[in-house]
């Protein structure tokens, strides 16, 4: 990158284009878990119109990562790669809101459950391949704006804000879809308010992201850059490189520690109401805030960190220390004594720190280990591992969830939180194994300071 361009992504507008990168993420995240802190309704389908179950929840859920594993995020991070972020990217944002909209359809069509639950998943489907491209874009476009900067704390941010879109769900649906008395069914329209309202959110992130998308055309054009990331024969992209990607074992590590770590957060918050709710006797509504603290965590947490990453480094040591907080967390739902809502508090303050520390030193640790000619593709195949584990953990915690409650045992709270005590000692592994390797590669620099003096 030549200085004329360096000067250009030096001045503030790389901080407005971060603003408006992170507005299609926050409504995606939003729709991403607009039901998380109601799913216990699933667990009563003859009070719910719509006729689903914990199963069916579960699988609705799983639709986010099908595309995703199928081979989509890979195909399409190649593609983001040849063709540059602005023409990807605008046919995936595109997507994530035409899946979201196809949902609201399902969901409020009035088709048997059965059909209503094949709309809602292709929707979900199309939804989740568009959202995971969509934020590889975002995350890319972060590390060509502040490359050699704040590249840490402009990735924590993006996150943090990104984040209170989840917050706002968990807050917010459970006053969209009020509790009623027991015995009274929920209508179609009252069971899809969250969905139409995530619908809203995202058509306003897809008016922003042209928005940015005019900006960085501009400026590319300024600096005499282009979008893609080739600049001779030689860095142009090739489809042989996605195998050089897959033989570093560095990135093999760092992908692998984040499907089993965001696992067992994220497919966590999926369920957080069927878990929280009957492991401390609350109500919805306190359960809701139990669990927003995990986004409000981060958008506190996550900069701090991203300056902490930038200006001391040993990242790897962080992702350690947000495995093994992750760890206790999930320990103190599976064994904390029942009906005490301390511990689920507890629980999600060390969420909340381990959600904020591992990522802040994750993703900016990717563009060390491999060049930026595939950096697109490098993010993309992260999110593929990613959500080959979501898809698998969110359907075992639905299908745990519904045979506990046919069998009425009450016990499934327990054993899906001992599925996820699994899924964090496996994170702790990786990321321990990490730490040892980056201590044998210093030439990585995995645990230098980002920002450059």
Same mark, same amino acid.
């Given at each position: 990158?030549? /200085?004329?361009?360096?000067?250009?992504?030096?001045?503030?507008?790389?901080?407005? &284009?971060?603003?408006?990168?992170?507005?299609?993420?926050?409504?995606?995240?939003?729709?991403?878990?607009?039901?998380?802190?109601?799913?216990?309704?699933?667990?009563?389908?003859?009070?719910?119109?719509?006729?689903?179950?914990?199963?069916?929840?579960?699988?609705?859920?799983?639709?986010? %990562?099908?595309?995703?594993?199928?081979?989509?995020?890979?195909?399409?991070?190649?593609?983001?790669?040849?063709?540059?972020?602005?023409?990807?990217?605008?046919?995936?944002?595109?997507?994530?809101?035409?899946?979201?909209?196809?949902?609201?359809?399902?969901?409020? %069509?009035?088709?048997?459950?059965?059909?209503?639950?094949?709309?809602?998943?292709?929707?979900?489907?199309?939804?989740?391949?568009?959202?995971?491209?969509?934020?590889?874009? +975002?995350? /890319?476009?972060?590390?060509?704006?502040?490359?050699?900067?704040?590249?840490?704390?402009?990735?924590?941010?993006?996150? &943090?804000?990104?984040?209170?879109?989840?917050?706002?769900?968990?807050?917010? %649906?459970?006053?969209?879809?009020?509790?009623? @008395?027991?015995?009274?069914?929920?209508?179609?329209?009252?069971?899809?308010?969250?969905?139409?309202?995530?619908?809203?959110?995202?058509?306003?992130?897809?008016?922003?992201?042209?928005?940015?998308?005019?900006?960085?055309? /501009?400026?590319?054009?300024?600096?005499?850059?282009?979008?893609?990331?080739?600049?001779?024969?030689?860095?142009?992209?090739?489809?042989?490189?996605?195998?050089? $990607?897959?033989?570093?074992?560095?990135?093999?590590?760092? &992908?692998?520690?984040?499907?089993?770590?965001?696992?067992?957060?994220?497919?966590?918050?999926?369920?957080?109401?069927?878990?929280?709710?009957?492991?401390?006797?609350?109500?919805?509504?306190?359960?809701?805030?139990?669990?927003?603290?995990?986004?409000?965590?981060?958008?506190?947490? @996550?900069?701090?960190?991203?300056?902490? $990453?930038?200006?001391?480094?040993?990242?790897?040591?962080?992702?350690?220390?947000?495995?093994?907080?992750?760890?206790?967390?999930?320990?103190?739902?599976?064994?904390?004594?029942?009906?005490?809502?301390?511990?689920?508090?507890?629980?999600?303050?060390?969420?909340?720190?381990?959600?904020?520390?591992?990522?802040?030193?994750?993703?900016?640790?990717?563009?060390?280990? +491999?060049?930026?000619?595939?950096?697109?593709?490098?993010?993309? =195949?992260?999110?593929?591992?990613?959500?080959?584990? =979501?898809?698998?953990?969110?359907? =075992?915690?639905? =299908?745990?969830?519904?045979?506990?409650?046919?069998?009425?045992?009450?016990?499934?709270?327990?054993?899906?939180?001992?599925?996820?005590?699994?899924?964090?000692?496996?994170?702790?592994?990786?990321?321990?194994?990490?730490?040892?390797?980056?201590?044998?590669?210093?030439?990585?620099?995995?645990?230098?300071?980002?920002?450059?003096?």
């Amino acid at each position: 990158m030549d /200085r004329a361009h360096k000067t250009i992504l030096g001045s503030k507008a790389a901080w407005i &284009a971060l603003a408006l990168l992170v507005v299609p993420m926050f409504g995606s995240y939003f729709f991403d878990d607009m039901f998380s802190s109601v799913s216990y309704l699933f667990e009563h389908p003859e009070f719910l119109k719509l006729g689903w179950n914990s199963a069916d929840y579960g699988f609705y859920t799983s639709g986010y %990562s099908t595309l995703c594993v199928f081979g989509g995020l890979i195909v399409c991070g190649m593609l983001l790669d040849k063709w540059g972020v602005r023409i990807t990217g605008t046919i995936f944002v595109g997507m994530m809101v035409g899946g979201a909209a196809l949902v609201a359809w399902a969901i409020t %069509s009035g088709m048997a459950p059965s059909k209503s639950l094949s709309a809602a998943y292709a929707g979900c489907m199309l939804f989740g391949l568009g959202s995971e491209i969509a934020g590889v874009g +975002v995350t /890319r476009s972060i590390a060509k704006w502040f490359k050699g900067r704040e590249m840490a704390l402009a990735m924590g941010l993006q996150l &943090a804000i990104a984040r209170l879109g989840t917050a706002f769900a968990l807050i917010l %649906s459970p006053r969209l879809v009020a509790a009623k @008395a027991a015995g009274e069914t929920y209508t179609l329209a009252e069971t899809a308010r969250p969905a139409f309202f995530g619908l809203m959110l995202l058509l306003v992130g897809a008016v922003v992201w042209a928005v940015f998308i005019a900006m960085d055309a /501009r400026f590319d054009r300024a600096a005499g850059t282009s979008d893609r990331t080739a600049t001779s024969k030689e860095d142009a992209f090739h489809f042989s490189d996605v195998l050089k $990607v897959l033989g570093n074992k560095h990135f093999l590590m760092i &992908a692998l520690l984040c499907v089993f770590f965001y696992s067992s957060i994220i497919s966590f918050k999926k369920f957080a109401g069927a878990i929280l709710i009957p492991r401390f006797d609350i109500p919805a509504e306190t359960a809701s805030w139990m669990v927003s603290m995990l986004p409000f965590a981060t958008v506190i947490f @996550a900069p701090l960190f991203g300056i902490m $990453v930038d200006r001391i480094g040993h990242g790897t040591r962080w992702m350690l220390l947000g495995s093994v907080l992750a760890l206790a967390a999930h320990l103190l739902l599976s064994f904390a004594p029942q009906g005490v809502p301390f511990w689920g508090y507890l629980a999600m303050v060390f969420l909340g720190f381990g959600y904020s520390l591992v990522p802040a030193a994750m993703w900016p640790s990717v563009p060390k280990i +491999v060049p930026d000619k595939v950096l697109g593709t490098a993010y993309s =195949l992260i999110y593929w591992i990613q959500n080959l584990g =979501l898809m698998l953990f969110k359907m =075992l915690a639905g =299908l745990i969830l519904g045979k506990a409650a046919a069998k009425a045992a009450g016990s499934g709270p327990v054993r899906v939180e001992l599925m996820f005590v699994g899924v964090c000692l496996a994170a702790l592994l990786l990321s321990w194994m990490l730490r040892g390797s980056s201590a044998r590669h210093p030439e990585l620099q995995l645990d230098e300071p980002n920002k450059k003096k």
